[in-house]
T-cell receptor, first 113, second 109 residues
């Protein structure tokens, strides 16, 4: 079955450590997205990529980095520069340009101790 | 930037109807989506409106008025499994999808 796989599902990290969240899709979608979800704030866009080797900052990119070396993969690194990294992180993909439907992964919950 | 406003919470009885309103202000409007999200899970697609009017899909319907920057999601014949958060999202011409904070619907027996 086609879909989006995020890992790990739960992650704990100490302050000052970088952590990378994995996102892989086998839907052959061109565009991929990273969102952060906090209670009462809805989903906020961190980074997005429309094609391989290209990506753009979203609304809250500070303290995060991404890469898009393969069409299937869009990993997100939460760096120590992110001041409040504890959140639920959702990866999504979309077929191509235009208002197509976003398909989401199951999410990764990051807790900073 | 854009504002997307929807109520925080709504409560209804099993078998009843609930209407969730969403207002938005944006440039380059390219469609409005509704997603359902159960606690701790990923959002799932419910409906999409790009033209004015009502789109019906089983027990769920969605309405859009572009001139008013207004949409609603109508849930009919409510079931307990409909208890979830409902997210209004606006798509723009730059392929970014922006979400409202979500409306938590609680269905009571």
């Amino acid at each position: 079955d086609g879909g989006i796989t995020q890992s790990p599902k739960y992650l704990f990290r100490k302050e000052g450590q970088n952590v990378t969240l994995s996102c892989e899709q086998n839907l052959n979608h061109d565009a991929m997205y990273w969102y952060r979800q906090d209670p009462g704030q809805g989903l906020r866009l961190i980074y997005y990529s429309q094609i391989v080797n290209d990506f753009q900052k979203g609304d809250i990119a500070e303290g995060y980095s991404v890469s898009r070396e393969k069409k299937e993969s869009f990993p997100l690194t939460v760096t120590s520069a992110q001041k409040n990294p504890t959140a639920f992180y959702l990866c999504a993909s979309m077929r191509g340009s235009g208002a197509n439907v976003l398909t989401f992964g199951a999410g990764s919950r990051l807790t900073v101790l | 930037g854009q504002n997307i406003d929807q109520p925080t919470e709504m409560t209804a009885t099993e078998g009843a109807i609930v209407q969730i309103n969403c207002t938005y202000q944006t440039s380059g409007f390219n469609g409005l989506f509704w997603y359902q999200q159960h606690a701790g899970e990923a959002p799932t697609f419910l409906s999409y409106n790009v033209l004015d009017g009502l789109e019906e899909k089983g027990r769920f319907s969605s309405f859009l008025s572009r001139s008013k920057g207004y949409s609603y999601l109508l849930l009919k014949e409510l079931q307990m499994k409909d208890s979830a958060s409902y997210l209004c999202a606006v798509s723009r011409n730059d392929y970014k999808l922006s979400f409202g904070a979500g409306t938590t619907v609680t269905v009571r027996a």
